[in-house]
């Protein structure tokens, strides 16, 4: 069955645009998350959404993230004014029930690099 | 503050070999651990998850522990095989710690011929 779909699978973006990523969970899966992986760095939590629940918004870096997700389905993580900081892989996850019990299923993520 | 470690340094090995990961954890109180594998240029692919009460869990190749006295999760892949290379990363959800899964930065194995 179909996993995980993000897009674009790398974008290249200049210092101070805004790049919006975009997430595809698996179809059902009621919660989805989104992680960043820096080269060498382990997976940094950035947000959570649960249902129709206010998202966990505690990991976002900084107020030039944000990430919403529509109709409990595709999610979309923009960073406005890009910096070279930024530049890493954004990984998003799909999970069908509670973590306890049920594996997160990664897409492939999103590579950005910041000029 | 609370800490997932991982050895960082590749771990090398023949195949056929055991190999053996370690994940220490500090000042958690998981729930559960779970373990994933991540080769270059994918995410993270689930392999393992073992509760605070069990001890060890199985799965074909694949045998996990997880002694909650020590803080330290054990992975082992008997019989390994090139393929089996990549990075393989433990993750904790600990009581009180909110929606995250935190993970370790992982560590790279490499069987060799």
Same mark, same amino acid.
């Given at each position: ?18 790049? @919006? ?14 992680y ?7 997976? @940094? ?13 505690s ?6 993230f944000?990430? @919403? ?10 960073i406005?004014?890009?910096?070279? @900081? ?25 590579r950005?690099?910041?000029? | 503050?609370q ?48 509760? =605070?009460? =069990?001890?060890?869990?199985?799965? =074909? ?16 892949? &008997? ?7 990549? &990075? ?6 600990? &009581? ?6 935190t ?8 069987? =060799?011929?």
């Open positions: 069955g179909a996993g995980v779909s993000q897009s674009p699978s790398n974008k290249v973006t200049e210092k101070g645009k805004d790049v @919006e990523l975009r997430c595809d969970p698996i179809s059902g899966h009621t919660a989805l998350y989104w960043r992986q820096s080269l060498g760095q382990g997976l @940094e939590f950035l947000i959570y959404f649960q249902g129709n629940s206010a998202p966990d918004k990991g976002l870096p900084s107020d030039r944000s990430a @919403e997700r529509t109709g409990g389905s595709v999610s979309t993580l923009t406005q004014r890009t910096q070279q @900081e930024d530049s890493a892989v954004y990984l998003c996850a799909s999970i069908k029930g509670d973590r306890a019990n049920s594996p997160l299923h990664f897409g492939n993520g999103t950005l690099t910041v000029t | 503050s800490k997932i470690e991982q050895n960082s340094e590749a771990l090398n090995i023949q195949e056929g070999k055991t190999a053996t990961l370690t994940c220490n954890y500090t000042n958690y109180s998981p729930a559960y651990l779970q373990w994933y594998r991540q080769d270059p240029g994918r995410g993270p692919v689930f392999l393992l998850l073992i509760r =605070e009460n =069990e001890k060890e869990k199985r799965k =074909e190749r694949l045998k996990v522990t997880f002694d909650t006295t020590l803080k330290q999760s054990l992975f082992h892949i &008997t019989a390994s095989q090139p393929a089996d290379s990549a &990075t393989y990363l433990c993750a904790l959800d600990f &009581t009180g710690g909110g929606n995250k899964l993970f370790g930065t992982g560590t790279q194995l490499k069987v =060799e011929l």
